[in-house]
């Protein structure tokens, strides 16, 4: 919502003052430029991002304009978390392996959904506890493989913005591109009427002002807002690791879940309160079944 609200403020604002100044909105239509610059664009992020980048590029926009991860999602990532930690303590990890083997049929992992949506996640949390239940591996043996994990899933996340930053910084350029073309155009018709000469130099001025509007009005900041929003669903991974390592070592279910509850900043960190509140729920579910 705060991206379309942006949006709609960046063309009030410019769009506002350049009438209260005395200008012609129609004198800003100038379609040749609005092509000379979008085509060359889309054209060079082409041939500078690879099919799979520019695929995730249009998923991440999407992305911007839903609601990110609130702190009812890591309230029940956490729940989620403990009752697998407190199985793991009661039965030994070995009792975990069905879970992940078919987790849409989990009679735990069924219950968070969102969670299931998240196939990284998913993924992640699976092969962290399958290589746990192998064994043979050190603390900072698994701390090191979970972080080069996240590390690799993070760089991949980050590439779209970085493509569209690297699209971003050569609009001016290609507004200015589009304004050499215009004043090639006016050099053509210099033994024209002034009317004819002013109407084609203001045409090639509005191209470098398309550049320079679409680049720091529009491009940056959405790369911005990707890039925000990957470093905040880095944290539900993060999450998960602290938890896992913490149960690794040997702590009590309700301990690891702190460590893990811990991680997360405080807009989406619930309360130490809230989250023994769950934690109760859970014991009181298993002992009725």
Same mark, same amino acid.
């Given at each position: 919502?705060l991206?379309i609200?942006g949006?709609?403020?960046v063309l009030? $604002?410019?769009?506002?003052g350049?009438?209260m100044? /005395?200008?012609?909105?129609?004198?800003?239509?100038?379609?040749s430029?609005?092509i000379?610059i979008?085509g060359?664009?889309a054209?060079?992020?082409?041939?500078s991002?690879?099919?799979?980048?520019?695929?995730k590029?249009?998923k991440q926009?999407q992305?911007?304009l839903k609601?990110?991860?609130?702190?009812?999602?890591?309230?029940?990532?956490?729940q989620?978390m403990?009752?697998?930690?407190?199985l793991?303590q009661?039965t030994?990890?070995?009792a975990?392996?069905p879970h992940f083997?078919?987790?849409?049929q989990?009679?735990?992992?069924?219950?968070?959904?969102?969670?299931?949506s998240?196939h990284?996640?998913?993924?992640?949390?699976s092969? $962290?506890?399958?290589?746990i239940i192998v /064994?043979g591996?050190?603390a900072?043996?698994?701390?090191?493989?979970?972080?080069e994990?996240?590390?690799v899933?993070h760089?991949?996340e980050? $590439?779209p913005?970085a493509?569209?930053?690297?699209?971003a910084?050569a609009?001016?350029g290609?507004g200015i591109?589009?304004a050499?073309l215009?004043?090639?155009?006016?050099?053509?018709?210099i033994?024209?009427?002034?009317?004819e000469?002013g109407h084609?130099v203001?045409?090639a001025?509005?191209g470098?002002f398309?550049?320079?509007?679409? $680049?720091?009005?529009f491009?940056q900041?959405?790369?911005?807002?990707?890039?925000?929003?990957v470093?905040?669903d880095?944290?539900y991974?993060?999450c998960?690791?602290?938890?896992v390592?913490?149960?690794f070592?040997g702590l009590p279910?309700a301990?690891a879940v702190?460590f893990?509850?811990?991680?997360?900043?405080?807009?989406?960190?619930?309360?130490f309160e809230e989250?023994?509140?769950?934690?109760?729920a859970?014991?009181?579910e298993?002992a009725?079944?």
């Amino acid at each position: 919502m705060l991206l379309i609200v942006g949006i709609v403020i960046v063309l009030v $604002s410019v769009a506002g003052g350049y009438l209260m100044a /005395g200008g012609h909105m129609l004198l800003l239509l100038q379609p040749s430029e609005f092509i000379i610059i979008g085509g060359a664009a889309a054209g060079s992020m082409m041939i500078s991002t690879p099919p799979k980048v520019l695929a995730k590029l249009l998923k991440q926009c999407q992305g911007t304009l839903k609601p990110g991860l609130a702190q009812q999602d890591f309230a029940d990532l956490l729940q989620m978390m403990y009752q697998l930690f407190r199985l793991a303590q009661q039965t030994g990890i070995m009792a975990l392996e069905p879970h992940f083997e078919n987790p849409h049929q989990s009679a735990i992992l069924a219950k968070f959904p969102k969670f299931l949506s998240r196939h990284h996640s998913l993924a992640f949390l699976s092969d $962290s506890i399958k290589v746990i239940i192998v /064994g043979g591996m050190q603390a900072h043996d698994l701390d090191a493989l979970m972080e080069e994990d996240l590390q690799v899933h993070h760089e991949d996340e980050k $590439s779209p913005a970085a493509a569209l930053t690297k699209v971003a910084d050569a609009l001016p350029g290609l507004g200015i591109v589009a304004a050499v073309l215009g004043i090639v155009i006016t050099m053509q018709a210099i033994d024209g009427p002034p009317e004819e000469i002013g109407h084609h130099v203001g045409a090639a001025l509005v191209g470098t002002f398309l550049g320079i509007l679409m $680049s720091y009005g529009f491009a940056q900041p959405l790369a911005g807002a990707i890039e925000q929003r990957v470093q905040e669903d880095g944290r539900y991974e993060l999450c998960m690791k602290a938890g896992v390592m913490a149960t690794f070592k040997g702590l009590p279910p309700a301990i690891a879940v702190e460590f893990a509850r811990r991680v997360l900043p405080h807009d989406v960190r619930p309360s130490f309160e809230e989250t023994e509140k769950l934690c109760r729920a859970t014991r009181s579910e298993q002992a009725a079944a």
